[in-house]
């Protein structure tokens, strides 16, 4: 039985309170999402709120059923505080990939292109990139725990499970498979993940 910890509980409300405003179509909601910077409709505080947003309520239970299935252990093992700091470490770290990679891709388009997706620029929300980085520490910290995949049914230990998610991630993006789905940021917030528990133990903190 998965007892909840404090700061996976939280994240838990918050998300699943913030998905359901959203359908509610508040006039405030779409501007949570981050936007291409340089267009009008970003804001500086979508780098934060874009987590807390999801497109639809598969992506939601998804997303929360990783944070509940990994997070309650891997809070216990860092602690609260560090916990809350390193899922926003990687969320962070995970934007400013995207970001990167996503200016790279606009500065390609000819002067026409980029006036007309800069009056209506493409949007990321979710907290996938966050929730990579904590897969990663999982299996970095707890490499021979035993997980249940769910397609199929089977038994993994966590060090494979990282390793498979990873690659299909990188596949997917090489495959320009669903193009939707920001694989970027699920590359980048678990590198950042990777990077600072690789910073911790080398400095011993």
């Given at each position: 039985?998965?007892?909840?910890?404090?700061?996976?509980?939280?994240?838990?409300?918050?998300?699943?309170?913030?998905?359901?405003?959203?359908?509610?179509h508040?006039?405030?909601?779409?501007?949570?999402?981050?936007?291409?910077?340089?267009?009008?409709?970003?804001?500086?505080?979508?780098?934060?709120?874009?987590?807390?947003?999801?497109?639809?309520?598969?992506?939601?239970?998804?997303?929360?059923?990783?944070?509940?299935?990994?997070?309650?252990?891997?809070?216990?093992?860092?602690?609260?505080?560090?916990?809350?700091?390193?899922?926003?470490?990687?969320?962070?770290?995970?934007?400013?990939?995207?970001?990167?990679?996503?200016?790279?891709?606009?500065?390609?388009?000819?002067p026409?292109?980029?006036?007309?997706?800069?009056?209506?620029?493409?949007?990321?929300?979710?907290?996938?990139?966050?929730?990579?980085?904590?897969?990663?520490?999982?299996?970095?910290?707890?490499?021979?725990?035993k997980?249940?995949?769910?397609?199929?049914?089977?038994?993994?230990?966590?060090?494979?499970?990282?390793i498979?998610?990873?690659?299909?991630?990188?596949?997917?993006?090489?495959?320009?498979?669903?193009?939707?789905?920001?694989?970027?940021a699920?590359?980048?917030?678990?590198?950042?993940?990777?990077?600072?528990?690789l910073?911790?133990?080398?400095?011993?903190?």
């Open positions: 039985m998965i007892r909840l910890t404090d700061v996976v509980k939280q994240l838990l409300i918050i998300n699943v309170l913030i998905y359901f405003l959203s359908q509610l508040l006039n405030f909601m779409p501007d949570m999402a981050m936007y291409y910077p340089g267009s009008d409709q970003f804001k500086p505080y979508q780098i934060i709120t874009h987590m807390f947003m999801h497109g639809s309520l598969t992506h939601l239970f998804f997303n929360m059923f990783m944070l509940f299935t990994f997070g309650p252990m891997l809070e216990s093992f860092m602690g609260s505080k560090r916990f809350l700091f390193y899922y926003f470490f990687c969320g962070l770290g995970a934007i400013l990939t995207h970001t990167i990679m996503w200016y790279l891709e606009v500065q390609q388009y000819n026409l292109e980029m006036a007309a997706y800069l009056a209506h620029p493409g949007s990321v929300v979710g907290a996938s990139g966050a929730l990579f980085g904590v897969l990663i520490a999982f299996g970095m910290y707890f490499p021979d725990q997980l249940m995949l769910l397609f199929p049914p089977i038994p993994l230990k966590a060090k494979y499970m990282v498979l998610a990873i690659g299909l991630e990188v596949y997917l993006q090489a495959s320009e498979s669903q193009t939707q789905v920001a694989h970027f699920h590359l980048g917030g678990a590198l950042f993940g990777f990077l600072i528990i910073f911790w133990r080398k400095t011993g903190k």
